[in-house]
């Protein structure tokens, strides 16, 4: 880089041997340290339920429509048998609308012990919303579909 603007910007004729001898003798061949990566924790691998109703799984996906407009679905599992319990979709899904399904969800099936789900502040807004129903936990596992 260096040499390059010598060159072509100022038009000295030196070559990029000379360019670095002098560079290292006025020591500015400082190495440049790489980043240092971040060594993250595997998470813990998640719990297989035992018996249906125990852990369900909820999840958001978005998705675009041909004339551009964005919208929601909020899909609800079973992890027992990975039966879908319900599709919520719209153009918006405010948290109370998702609160209404969920108890809906419950009355046909009951409550489950644990909800997980993927996102920590929908974790806690929920737990709020729960009001005593079952342990709402934030899953560390986001499994990326390539």
């Not at 595997?42 to 978005?62: I, R």
């Not at 012990?113 to 729960?130: G, K």
């Amino acid at each position: 880089m260096c040499f390059l603007y010598l060159r072509n910007v100022k038009g000295f004729g030196w070559n990029h041997k000379r360019v670095y001898r002098i560079y290292c003798e006025l020591e500015l061949n400082l190495r440049i340290r790489p980043r240092k990566r971040l060594k993250r924790p595997k998470p813990d691998e998640l719990a297989v339920p035992e018996v249906p109703n125990h852990t369900w799984s909820m999840d958001f996906m978005q998705d675009q429509l041909a004339d551009g407009r964005n919208f929601w679905a909020l899909n609800v599992l079973d992890d027992f048998n990975r039966e879908g319990l319900g599709i919520e979709a719209d153009f918006l899904l405010p948290a109370v609308r998702v609160v209404r399904s969920l108890n809906q969800i419950i009355e046909w099936r009951g409550a489950p012990q644990i909800i997980r789900v993927d996102n920590v502040l929908c974790a806690e807004y929920l737990a709020d919303l729960a009001s005593g129903h079952c342990r709402v936990e934030a899953s560390q596992h986001v499994q990326s579909m390539a």
